[in-house]
């Protein structure tokens, strides 16, 4: 069973922050890579962060580097997402997903493009 809920989402100008929250079971709870993606309508979905949660490595997309933090708290079994200075192209649906890889290395934000179990999303939307 793959449960997953997200929160925190909502309206911000640009230049904001928002703090997106993802708490997990199932399938969720046990996967060693969480992540994060979004999908703006007639856009091409997009993982823009990955945390593998043996040791704490993350990885980013290039849109969002230096601008967003994925993080994990063991002990609440959430993930979260700090998203700071937000820009209108940052506006969309957040998913948080989840995936079970052999190879930690393999645990990249640009995994969540195409695979992985994602929760019903947070909607995001920044104005100028």
């Known amino acids: 069973q793959v449960e997953a809920v997200e929160s925190g989402g909502g309206s911000v100008q640009a230049g904001g922050s928002l703090r997106l929250s993802c708490t997990g079971s199932g399938y969720f709870a046990i996967s060693n890579c969480m992540g994060w993606f979004r999908q703006a309508p007639g856009k091409e979905r997009e993982g823009v962060a990955a945390?593998?949660?043996?040791?704490?490595?993350?990885d980013y997309a290039d849109s969002v580097k230096g601008r967003f933090t994925i993080s994990q708290d063991f002990a609440k079994n959430t993930r979260y997402l700090q998203m700071s200075s937000l820009k209108p192209e940052d506006t969309a649906m957040y998913h948080c997903a989840a995936d079970s890889l052999v190879d930690p290395g393999d645990c990249r934000a640009g995994h969540f493009s195409q695979f992985g179990y994602w929760g019903q999303g947070t909607q995001v939307t920044v104005s100028s």
């Open positions: 945390i593998y949660t043996g040791d704490g490595r993350t």
